[in-house]
């Protein structure tokens, strides 16, 4: 079973920049689709960005387009996620996922998932 390890959360004040990173804790053979959510407490979890299997294709939640961007690495199931004009809304936690279908904005798409990261929006 691949397991997903998200790294790069922290603090940041108003208008701040942060970048996530995910990477599976095991050699996977093939690239698959990828994609981040969040979760704020009491909410429920939230679809931020996805990319195709090969990075061709991205896609953004309205809320974060213009200001995040998803990247993956070359023929890899690395992922990254840049954050810029982070704002107190932008305050989740994020999870990095990983499934068949790309572009998929339902949690239920994904097989394979991080714990998570904290991303804190707060001066």
């Known amino acids: 079973q691949v397991q997903l390890v998200e790294s790069g959360g922290g603090l940041v004040q108003p208008g701040g920049s942060l970048s996530l990173s995910c990477a599976p804790s095991v050699r996977t053979s093939s690239n698959f689709p990828m994609a981040w959510f969040r979760q704020a407490p009491r909410n429920e979890r939230e679809f931020v960005a996805a990319?195709?299997?090969?990075?061709?294709?991205?896609w953004y939640a309205d809320s974060v387009k213009g200001r995040f961007t998803i990247t993956r690495g070359d023929a890899t199931n690395i992922i990254y996620l840049h954050m810029n004009n982070l704002q107190p809304e932008d305050t989740a936690v994020y999870y990095c996922?990983?499934?068949?279908?790309?572009?998929?904005?339902?949690?239920?798409?994904?097989?394979?998932w991080g714990r998570g990261t904290q991303v804190t929006v707060s001066s």
């Open positions: 990319v195709s299997r090969w990075g061709l294709e991205t």
């Open positions: 996922a990983g499934g068949q279908t790309a572009g998929s904005r339902s949690p239920g798409a994904y097989n394979y």
